[in-house]
């Protein structure tokens, strides 16, 4: 029983230490989304789809919820956008070369129709992001109508 109650105060005086230090939130000075919706130009239904389904986790600005000051949570979240920001960052779109864009677009469809994305565990506290059969197919066209344009400037000459 002592190794256990030592172990158990051992476990609260971390979880207490995490509190002071937290992980660097993703929060860009400006919004460096334009660069992709000028370049795609996505319809409004969809950029509102985009920005509650797909922003906080895969831009370089999160809008993080309450429960985000609360570690090992903190951490947690952290590191869903930083796995995020891995396979796609809209916020990074110009710098991707165009066949990267065009491939970035495929894997969108591919997520989208497999049901990964969004996350559950995104959906679960932000019901917005939770996408009808419409909303979906909204975004697929968008997204097979700007990978045809990528394709054309790909193409020879």
């Not at 109650?5 to 002071?20: D, S």
Request: some cysteine; hydrophobic content about 35%.
């Amino acid at each position: 029983m002592k190794i256990l109650k030592k172990i158990l105060v051992a476990l609260l005086v971390i979880l207490i230490a995490m509190q002071f230090y937290r992980p660097e939130q993703n929060k860009a000075e400006t919004d460096l989304k334009t660069a992709f919706l000028t370049e795609t130009n996505p319809p409004k239904e969809v950029q509102k789809i985009l920005a509650a389904s797909c922003y906080d986790c895969h831009s370089n600005t999160t809008a993080y919820p309450w429960y985000n000051n609360i570690a090992p949570v903190s951490y947690w979240l952290a590191d869903h956008v930083k796995d995020g920001k891995k396979h796609l960052n809209f916020s990074d779109w110009e710098k991707y070369s165009l066949k990267k864009k065009d491939h970035k677009l495929e894997e969108v469809i591919e997520t989208i129709e497999s049901g990964e994305m969004p996350l559950n565990e995104y959906t679960w506290t932000h019901s917005e992001a939770n996408l009808t059969t419409a909303q979906k197919e909204a975004v697929i066209v968008w997204v097979k109508n700007t990978r045809a344009l990528y394709q054309l400037k790909d193409s020879p000459k």
